[in-house]
């Protein structure tokens, strides 16, 4: 069977190598090239996942699988994902061929639209892959956008990428504006990155339970994260989170506790409000690098 034409695998799939060759950013979601081994990858996935998610996973997730009516047995159209979605939160998950540009893709939180992944993994490689999948996003973030809290802090989210736009405009010399950006970037990745991939959140009875869309869609780390007394767990603080690098290929070290979704709502006004006074404009060097694409995004886009 020829790979290339057939599945929608992550790094096999034609459609996508189309969509990404003609510059299509949002594409739709062709249902009718998922192979059968890709519907198995999605099975087998959920199914393993789901007795950890039981344990793991704060109420608000739980609830979102739920509400969402996620099929443990097939792989979700996001237009019945979205059916579900919408009346609850406003959100929707729009089908992208890849990676966005940094400002765009907070720039769709704003409008309440999560860019979402359509490939899945190989079914070889079931437990790590550097990017995201359709596992990733729609198991791992989309029940979170059923909430209504935590759907405002990604909207906040997108808010303030849009003040960093604004904020970096005012900056005169190309220079200073150049540094600025790629420093409020790298300041604005951390956060998200501490957050709405990797964060925890006080639990009932001083449980610790997690959130973060990363943790939630891997098997291991789910499990790593809570268990392990190798992980330092500390709660949230902004000066350290947007200071502090990070690296992707391996199960995280250090994780941030926020007390609630109100609590992370509070911290992303927190971050805006850093980044107007300038407080941002010189953040720790290190991890995530910053791509030409990211930060061209932002500097061109100023107001609506
Ligand atoms: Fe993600």
């Known amino acids: 069977m020829d790979t290339k034409s057939t599945g929608l695998t992550t790094q096999h799939a034609a459609f996508i190598e189309d969509a990404q060759a003609h510059g299509e950013l949002f594409i739709r979601q062709p249902y009718e090239l998922y192979s059968e081994e890709n519907q198995e990858t999605w099975r087998r996935l959920y ?39 919408s009346p609850l939160s406003g959100f929707k998950a729009k089908a992208v061929s890849g990676y966005i540009p940094a400002y765009l893709f907070f720039d769709c939180l704003r409008n309440r639209e999560f860019p979402t992944t359509i490939t899945i993994r190989d079914g070889e490689s079931l ?41 970096a405009a005012g900056i005169g010399d190309p220079q200073d504006r150049l540094r600025s950006v790629e420093s409020i970037i790298k300041a604005m990745a951390r956060f998200f990155w501490f957050t709405v991939e990797f964060g925890l959140m006080r639990g009932k009875n001083g449980s610790v339970k997690v959130y973060g869309s990363g943790l939630l869609s891997s098997f291991g780390e789910i499990e790593y994260c809570i268990e392990s007394p190798e992980v330092q767990r500390y709660p949230f603080q902004l000066e350290w989170v947007v200071n502090q690098y990070f690296e992707i290929d391996h199960y995280q070290p250090l994780l941030f506790v926020v007390d609630s979704f109100d609590h992370l709502f509070s911290q992303v006004d927190e971050l805006e409000k850093w980044m107007v006074s300038g407080k941002l404009n010189n953040v720790s060097p290190g991890e995530p690098a910053v791509n030409e694409n990211d930060l061209k995004s932002f500097l061109h886009i100023t107001s609506d």
């Open 127 to 167: 437990d790590y892959l550097p990017e995201p999948d359709i596992f990733h996003d729609v198991a791992g973030h989309v029940p979170m956008h059923t909430d209504r809290q935590f759907s405002d802090v990604l909207v906040r989210f997108g808010e303030a990428a849009k003040a960093a736009a604004e904020h």
């Open 47 to 85: 199914e393993r996942m789901k007795p950890r998610w039981e344990k793991y996973a704060n109420e608000k997730f739980l609830e979102g699988v739920l509400n969402l009516a996620l099929d443990p047995d097939g792989i979700p159209r996001l237009e019945d994902i979205n059916k579900f979605l």
